[in-house]
């Protein structure tokens, strides 16, 4: 070992790191409640609409035996004491936004993960806030619930993984907070079956344990070669990031989004292409909300159709220049609904996809932009202008207008509805 390494091996050992991660608990549930008080205490599941699934369980619903997933028609037959609503990702994605800066008021080095989970580096807090890692995950638990009222759950460790693990048991302790310190990981490591460690999960999850590796325990006795030829690199930094060693540092650099989707099922099965065409503009308009906001534009975009008897059917393009305004996705996205639309077909549900993200402020000059597309400055504003509005009156205030005239009343399209 020369001395330089030595030097960074004692001085990464002197910095014990502690490393949190904050998981909203059943988030989606906890929005609502949050808007409608009276929601406190009772069986609540969030669906995907009315012709959806649940995709969000209370403590007393999952006490009921509804399982994630569950089809809305059968959720409501089997357990008729809960209640049921459907999704609002706009108000979710604003509540997130609340949890992530208050996070940030505490921590400047705040990872945001999803949209009800982020790390947080905690190390060196304990001496500014003069309190201990635990009075300091309590502190930011309060502080969450006094201005956002947002219940969480935090698990602090060494590394991301152990952070994630500890928040993990957190969720089913009274105090819901898990300090896995030095003595603490080995304890919670031979707890913890393979497949809930992070980044294995039920693919991984079977393999491992055919190789006698049960726990994470189990996974951190492997040696090093051995891992490394089986999982990789990502295999070896696992190993680490588990016996308590920060591979993965907290970052707090925005990252833009892989992708974007939206997608909800439709009040009715539907046959109407124009039905359809509306429903898809509603969602392009979503995601390029989203996108604006994300500050970049897209390079391709996908289009998927849903059928009743739930088989999918997708169809994909470049566009010929990146953006992210309504009407330009929409020129691509419409004919590639129509190439893959069957007038003989019930469906149940369309959606947008949203990829190949550039950040605005790196785009390429195109010399010949303006002529290739006449209307891009006029698209720009319009859109600035639309997202205003938005921000003052709230969403979906103006429907970007696919106005139709040949679209009949909304009753007239509904085909099928019911069966
Ligand atoms: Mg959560």
Known sequence: MVISDYREKKSFMAEQKYIALIDCDSFFVSCERKLNRELEGKAVCVTSGRRGCVIARSREAKQMGIAMGLPLFMAEKDFPGCLYIDANHANYGEISGEVMSVLREISPNVEVYSIDEAFVDLTGLSKLYKMNYYDLAKYIREQIWERVHIPVSIGVSRSKALAKLASDKAKNTDDHICIAGKCGITKLLKHTEIDEVWGIGRRLGPKLKGHGIRTAYDYIQKNDVWLKSRFGKLGLELKYELMGNLINKVSNEYKPPKSIMDSRAFENFTSDLNYIKNELMVHIHAVCR?????????????????????????????????????????????????????????????????????????????LFAQEENPRKEKNEKLAESLDKLEAKFGHNIVRTGFTNKEVPAKQEFITHSGK
């Open 290 to 366: 989203k996108l604006r906001k994300a500050g970049c534009k897209c390079g391709m975009i996908s289009v998927m159709l849903r059928t009743k008897d739930f088989r999918e059917f997708y169809n994909k393009a470049d566009l010929p220049l990146p953006t992210n305004f309504e009407f330009e996705i929409s020129d691509v996205a419409f004919p590639l609904l129509e190439e893959i639309f069957d007038p003989k077909t019930v469906y149940r549900s369309v959606g947008i996809n949203l990829e190949n993200f550039n950040p605005v402020t790196n785009e390429q000059l195109q």
